[in-house]
């Protein structure tokens, strides 16, 4: 099962979308603890479902080691929970074991870029897990509509997220064993 460290925006829009439980059938997913007090703003989206996600141990929370030092230099311009996520997921790469971060912050998407970081935004989230077999055709495309409806995407992202084939991300695509 691969790891996925997400980020508030991108957990709020799978949640909107209808995505989050079943990304938690297929992926380990993990909530850096300011991310996790992002998504349980009182009186936003998601508050008490998030909380439930917990509790039933579909979603871990961890705490990034603020003592220990990654060896990049992160953006100063990212906000707190996302460079927390990047934090954490540095902080915790296993060889061993299939990870990603899962970001909708353009600043983290060009860092994860530009450092060789893996990771993918909530509008690839219906594809993968279309490519995976967990997703009919027309849910894909219903999802992935949600998503677009209900996140910041330029036409650029969304062009690009349309043009990518399986083997473009085999990486991320969840195995059903």
């Known amino acids: ?10 957990a709020i829009l799978l949640y ?13 997913i993990i909530m850096e603890t300011d991310v996790y007090k992002e998504v349980r703003v009182p009186d936003h989206p998601g508050t008490k479902f ?5 509790q039933k ?21 990212l906000d ?12 915790n790469i296993c060889p061993d074991q299939p990870s990603f971060v899962l970001i909708d912050d353009a600043k983290g998407a060009r860092f994860c870029l530009s450092h060789k970081v893996p990771f993918i935004n909530a509008l690839l989230v219906p594809k993968i897990l279309w490519f995976a077999g967990l997703l009919n055709k027309n849910d894909y495309l219903d999802k992935t509509a949600l998503v677009i409806e209900k996140g ?14 399986s083997s473009d991300l085999a990486t991320f695509i969840p195995d059903e064993t």
């Open 57 to 77: 141990n579909n979603v871990k929370v961890c705490r990034a080691d603020t003592d220990r030092q990654v060896n990049i230099n992160l953006p100063e311009n």
């Open 152 to 165: 910041h995407y330029s036409r650029t992202v969304i062009e690009k997220a349309k043009a990518l084939s």
């Open 16 to 28: 909107k979308a209808g995505l989050f439980v079943p990304c938690t059938r297929y992926f380990s």
């Open 80 to 91: 707190l929970g996302e460079r927390q996520t990047l934090v954490l997921y540095l902080q």
């Open 50 to 54: 998030f909380s439930s996600m917990v």
């Open 1 to 10: 099962m691969h790891t996925v460290y997400i980020d508030a925006s991108s």
